[in-house]
Antibody
Framework: QVQLVQSGAEVKKPGASVKVSCKAS????????INWVRQATGQGLEWMGW????????GYAQKFQGRVTMTRNTSISTAYMELSSLRSEDTAVYYC????????????????WGQGTLVTVSS | DIQMTQSPSSVSASVGDRVTITCRAS??????LAWYQQKPGKAPKLLIY???SLQSGVPSRFSGSGSGTDFTLTISSLQPEDFATYYC??????????FGPGTKVDIK
């Protein structure tokens, strides 16, 4: 069965960086784009960016350009999201999500999600 | 980026009720819209993709419709497990993937 398992909760100081991992299993890792979405407590969902695990190509939301880096290690089917220059407003649950893919284009939706990683930024 | 709005922001309903949630895009997105259900402390769950296609394993009481800028999610007969927050998402290719602000469905 398809699973995305994320790394554990993190506590970071303002100005630091955090790197969250997302280990995929149950499917061919390089065949599906991985996206990252975050959610502050009590707030809505915010898209951060995408990565093609086969090519390593990435694209980021303008809000995070220059602060976020998405990478992967195909040998262990794991995607990573690193966010730098952390501030208190970055306190949120971070999710990885797999893009749904059919035999035909059916839009860019997310059919499997990780369990979420809470990142707390506090001095 | 395309902005997504949802209405209502919350709705109180009873088991067995028909519930309709609307989502509007700031510009046309054809049928590239998805709907998700999220329960407290859990990741979102895909319900509907391409505006009206039911994701595998999702009960048939959920349905979606619309195209262009106006979309709806309907729960035909609300069940106890359906009390949750629902989000729409514009599902064109990135960049600029955006979600609606959410609609909370709670018990009347």
């Amino acid at each position: 069965q398809v699973q995305l398992v994320q790394s554990g909760a993190e506590v970071k100081k303002p100005g630091a960086s955090v790197k969250v991992s997302c280990k995929a299993s149950g499917y061919t890792f390089t065949s599906y784009d991985i996206n990252w979405v975050r959610q502050a407590t009590g707030q809505g969902l915010e898209w951060m960016g995408w990565m093609n695990p086969n090519s390593g190509n990435t694209g980021y939301a303008q809000k995070f350009q220059g602060r976020v880096t998405m990478t992967r290690n195909t040998s262990i089917s794991t995607a990573y999201m690193e966010l730098s220059s952390l501030r208190s407003e970055d306190t949120a649950v971070y999710y990885c999500a797999r893009v749904k893919k059919d035999d035909f284009w059916s839009g860019y939706s997310f059919d499997y999600w990780g369990q979420g990683t809470l990142v707390t930024v506090s001095s | 980026d395309i902005q997504m709005t949802q209405s209502p922001s919350s709705v109180s309903a009873s088991v067995g009720d028909r519930v309709t949630i609307t989502c509007r895009a700031s510009q046309g997105i054809s049928s590239w819209l998805a709907w998700y259900q999220q329960k407290p402390g859990k990741a979102p769950k895909l319900l509907i993709y391409a505006a009206s296609s039911l994701q595998s394993g999702v009960p048939s009481r959920f349905s979606g419709s619309g195209s262009g800028t106006d979309f709806t999610l309907t729960i035909s007969s609300l069940q106890p497990e359906d009390f949750a927050t629902y989000y729409c998402q514009q599902a064109n290719s990135p960049p600029g993937i955006t979600f609606g602000p959410g609609t909370k469905v709670d018990i009347k």
